[in-house]
Nanobody, 117 residues
Framework: VQLQASGGGLVQAGGSLRLSCAASGNIFSVNAMGWYRQAPGKQRESVAVITSGGSINTADSVKGRFIISRDNAKNTVYLQMNSLKPEDTAVYYC????????????WGQGTLVTVSS
């Protein structure tokens, strides 16, 4: 499975960005796709995850500001980020998980989001 993420960039505090991640290759119908982020000097953390069935898990730090969605026909996951804060600055990584074959995890290349104050 290959993941291609896009949509990062520089934005002022209070602004919005939309990230996209398209999965290709051996896609299994039952999966979860999500976004993680890693700020400088910090551990990677989960931002939001959505399953192929539509279940969503969103980090408390972004609830009410970030919205995750997906298009199963396109194997693409989106992250709409609103009311961005400087502390949202990080490299955002797309993630794909499938329970097939005992469970496999794939990561995209990461896209940098910088929020200026």
């Amino acid at each position: 499975v290959q993941l291609q993420a896009s949509g990062g960039g520089l934005v002022q505090a209070g602004g919005s960005l939309r990230l996209s991640c398209a999965a290709s290759g051996n896609i299994f119908s039952v999966n979860a796709m999500g976004w993680y982020r890693q700020a400088p000097g910090k551990q990677r953390e989960s931002v939001a995850v959505i399953t192929s069935g539509g279940s969503i898990n969103t980090a408390d730090s972004v609830k009410g500001r970030f919205i995750i969605s997906r298009d199963n026909a396109k194997n693409t996951v989106y992250l709409q980020m609103n009311s961005l804060k400087p502390e949202d600055t990080a490299v955002y990584y797309c993630n794909y998980f499938t329970p097939r074959g005992g469970g496999s995890v794939y990561w995209g290349q990461g896209t940098l989001v910088t929020v200026s104050s």
